[in-house]
Each structure stands twice: as structure tokens, then as C-alpha cells.
């Protein structure tokens, strides 16, 4: 066999292959073909010099030298190479191939690459079809879960990943679901979640007893030896509606990812149980100021104390929440000059929502965060709200407070000292409520406290009737 190539013209060359067999002692000729091969990079000054080179090093280097040059003498190389390699088995239709691929080896790949990229998303759709097949509404529960813990997923109202809190509610919430189906042995899929399902599940969660007493046959009074009667305590119906709201998002992902969902859960009776707006507190400014001045110096725990009132009066006066002021970093600090005058402010961009406030931090705010120069330091929730219920006690912010709520479809009224319902979420509530107090217009409040609903703010301001007579009097003439 032999193959040659012949310089024809500027960007061409003719490739003659010659292939014979000695038949009977005659060489026998069996394959004779010209093929002209154009568009190369072919200059005939490279040609010429190239081919008067008789060393194969200067031959390299020169190709090494000449890049364009040199990758064509390449390909012409391959060509030979794959020709010489068919042996006899060589024909015009096999020499036009070999030519074509070698020549636009880049389109071939090209074409080899989208063709394997077709094939993974084939095999891909594949998968998901199988997965979809072999899913389950339990494993898609697990697997939500899952994904939120891991930030896979976000929140619709925001598109945020879920904050530790909100991680702990939802699992907890879709756990009562799966509990529900143990209970009752009956393993509801997708296609399984309608109105009879949903009635079911909210009666189930209406009857669970969430007592933490154990002996729910009662228990023995030393009195008389006889058994005390056992109350059982039920969800309110904020809760339950809590948790059908996750058992929604939940079937809403699911529908979103073509798994099999009855469409029922969009129903107007498939809705969270409404209920009575259970009343939360916010503290008077006199109770703030009680609040502030109850001495821990000789508490046993009073390092403690004192910074988890520090932390929850950062947050009445910034009227942020608490994963937000309970992590203030030094980067949130900032001062500017304010025609002249040096100006404190707070820089946060809220977990919950992603939006960036900035609040103007008074004298009180600026004084604690003066205690703290590494910043205010890290407190867990719990622990904020044990001590700050212990303050409040303390300040004797001990007024009985009537609580309405529902049970069971019930309107109920329960009864607490004040200062058994601070929490953590009061402080955004007492700020909230001291600002409107105080005179400042509601879309003013809104820019600090970061809503962009007046109707939501108007939840957060807990002012009473007199406390807003007295606000109309001091601000307004008609009243005077």
C-alpha cells in the first residue's frame, strides 16, 4: 500500500492511494484512487520548505513554528495513518470517509458531543420517569424534609432557605401527617389526598391528646385514694391549621414536579381551620422601663440575665425579629455623619425575608452595643426566654391577661400573668407598638420593621383603646 500527497494549489492538496496483492507471483493492483482535498491551510512557501527539510527534528520544529501550517500537515498525517491502517479492506467510499472526519474532526466532535449530551437527558428523563413511578408521598415527605435541611429548597413566599426555626416547625408539622397514617393504618399517596382526607386528618388532629401527663387514666389523689379525673389538652386551631398549611406546600412541590397529586388540596374546603386571632402582648413603656431597672448584679445567674435583656431590648427598640437581633455582628454597626452630627444605625438584611433594613439606633441601643465592642454575643432562644419571663417576674409585670384562642372549633379564654407570655417575639411587638405610640406615621414603622403590608403591621401594633385616645389628644387639636 502506499499513499501520497501532492501539492495542487494554495489550500490544496491531491491524495493518490495505491493498493496491490501478489497473486501467483504478480503483484496484482486493486486499488488505484485520486481524491482532491481542498480548504486546507496549505501555503505553497510553507509546502515548499517543509518538504526540502530532510531531518525529521528541523521537520518538527519547523511545524512546531508554523502552528496553522503544522496542525495541517497533521491532519494529513492521520489521514495516511488511518488509511494505511485498513490494509486491503480500503475502497473510494472508505477513503472519502476517512478524509471527511479527519478534515472536520472539530464538527464531528461537535456532533459527537451534542449527540451524547441528547442521550444523558434522554437517559435522564428516564430516571425521573422511574423515580416518579416508584415515589411515594411518604418518601417525597422525607425527602422534602430533607432538602430543607440541606437549603435545597426555599420558601415560596420569599424564594429564602428556610431559617432553623421554621427547618424544626415544617419537620414537625409533616411528622404529625405520617403519625396520622400509622395511627389509622391507612397509607395515603398523591392521588389518595382528597376531602375525605383531609377531613379525616383534621379530626385525627383534633382529637390527639398533648398533655404531658403521662397517666392519662388519671391520677391518684392522696386525699380520699381516689383518681383525679385526667383533662386532656388539644391543639388550638392555629396549630392545626399550621400544619395543614405544610401539608399544602408540600403537595403543591410534588404537583410541581409532575407527581400524580390530587387536585382536591386546591379546593375552598381544604383550607387551614380558621380560627379566633390569639392576642399576644407587647410591654408599655412604663413596663420597659421596670423592665430595665430590675438589679441582676446579685443574681446567681445574673451575666446571663443581664445579656438576655440586653439582647431583647436591642430588639424592642430595633422592632426586629428575633433571628435578627439576636445576631447582630460588628458588621451591622455603622455610623455616618449626619449634617454634623455622628449617627448610629443598624444594617441587616432579615433572614426571613432577605430585605435590607436600617435602623436608627437611640441612646438605649447605642448603649448596649457599647457594652459589647466584639458585638452583641449569641444567646439560644430558649434560653432568652426563660430568662426575660424571669425579669419580667421580677419587674412585676404580673397583670392577669385573658388569652382568647380556639380549641376544637371552640372559642376559649385562658388566663396568665403578664410576664408568663414574654417571649422573644414580644420585643418586635413592644417596638412595633411604642413606635405608633409615639407619634411615628405606619409607613415610617413599616421601613424599620421591614413589612410591606400595613395590614400585617396593624397585627403587630397591640395598643389599646385608651392608649390610642390619649395618642389622638396629644397629636391632634379636634380632640382638645
Excluded at 122 to 150: C, G, N, W
Excluded at 186 to 210: E, G, H, R, S
Amino acid at each position: 500500500m502506499a499513499t501520497y500527497f501532492t501539492f495542487k494549489s494554495e489550500g490544496t492538496v491531491v491524495i493518490r492511494v495505491r493498493v496491490g496483492r501478489r497473486i501467483d507471483g504478480v503483484v496484482k493492483e486493486l486499488v488505484n484512487q485520486k481524491k482532491m482535498i481542498t480548504n486546507l491551510y496549505l501555503p505553497e512557501e510553507n509546502w515548499n520548505y517543509y518538504h526540502s527539510l530532510e531531518k525529521d527534528t528541523a521537520r518538527e520544529a519547523y511545524l512546531k513554528k508554523k502552528t496553522e501550517f503544522g496542525k495541517t500537515i497533521e491532519k494529513l498525517k492521520l489521514i495516511r495513518k488511518k488509511i494505511d491502517s485498513c490494509g486491503t479492506d480500503i475502497d473510494s467510499v472508505k477513503i472519502d470517509d476517512i478524509i471527511n472526519r479527519v478534515i472536520n474532526a472539530e464538527v464531528f466532535e461537535e456532533r459527537e458531543r451534542a449527540e451524547e449530551e441528547k442521550e444523558k437527558k434522554r437517559l435522564q428523563k428516564e430516571e425521573a420517569e422511574k423515580r416518579k413511578k416508584q415515589m411515594t408521598l411518604t418518601k417525597f415527605i422525607d425527602q422534602y424534609i430533607q432538602d430543607v435541611k440541606e437549603g435545597k429548597r426555599t420558601t415560596l413566599a420569599h424564594g429564602r432557605t428556610f431559617v432553623r426555626g421554621s427547618r424544626f416547625s415544617l419537620a414537625n408539622s409533616l411528622g404529625h401527617f405520617k403519625e396520622f397514617m400509622a395511627d389509622t393504618g391507612v397509607t395515603y399517596d398523591f392521588q389518595d389526598v382528597d376531602l375525605d382526607c383531609y377531613a379525616n386528618y383534621k379530626a385525627w388532629l383534633m382529637a390527639q391528646d398533648i398533655s404531658k401527663d403521662k397517666d392519662k387514666d388519671g391520677k391518684e389523689d392522696g386525699k380520699n385514694g381516689k383518681k383525679e379525673k385526667h383533662v386532656p389538652v388539644h391543639y388550638a386551631d392555629n396549630t392545626i391549621g399550621g400544619f395543614i398549611k405544610k401539608l399544602k406546600s408540600v403537595l403543591r412541590a410534588a404537583e410541581s414536579r409532575g407527581y400524580p397529586v390530587n387536585p382536591a388540596y386546591k379546593s375552598t374546603e381544604f383550607k387551614a381551620q380558621s380560627s379566633v386571632d390569639v392576642d399576644t402582648i407587647y410591654l408599655t413603656r412604663e413596663e420597659v422601663e421596670r423592665f430595665e431597672k430590675v438589679d441582676l448584679s446579685k443574681k446567681p445567674d445574673g451575666k446571663n440575665l443581664e445579656l438576655a435583656r440586653d439582647i431583647f431590648l436591642v430588639g424592642v427598640w430595633t422592632a426586629q425579629r428575633v433571628s435578627d437581633y439576636n445576631n447582630l455582628k460588628p458588621e451591622n454597626i455603622k455610623e455616618v455623619d449626619n449634617n454634623g452630627t455622628p449617627m448610629t444605625y443598624l444594617s441587616i438584611h432579615q433572614q426571613k425575608t432577605g430585605r435590607l433594613v436600617e435602623i436608627p439606633c437611640n441612646a438605649k441601643v447605642r448603649a448596649i452595643l457599647n457594652k459589647y465592642p466584639k458585638g452583641l454575643p449569641h444567646l439560644s432562644d430558649q434560653k432568652i426566654n426563660k430568662y426575660i419571663k424571669d425579669i419580667g417576674k421580677m419587674a412585676k409585670i404580673d397583670e392577669v391577661v385573658e388569652v382568647k384562642g380556639s380549641r376544637g372549633g371552640q372559642v376559649i379564654k385562658e388566663y396568665y400573668k403578664k410576664y408568663e407570655l414574654i417571649c422573644t417575639h414580644t420585643a418586635r411587638r413592644t417596638g412595633a407598638t411604642l413606635m405608633y405610640l409615639d407619634g411615628i406615621a405606619i409607613y415610617d414603622i413599616m421601613k424599620v420593621t421591614g413589612h410591606k403590608s400595613v395590614t400585617t403591621l396593624e397585627k403587630y401594633i397591640r395598643a389599646d383603646k385608651l392608649e390610642v385616645a390619649q395618642k389622638l389628644v396629644l397629636q391632634y387639636d379636634y380632640f382638645k
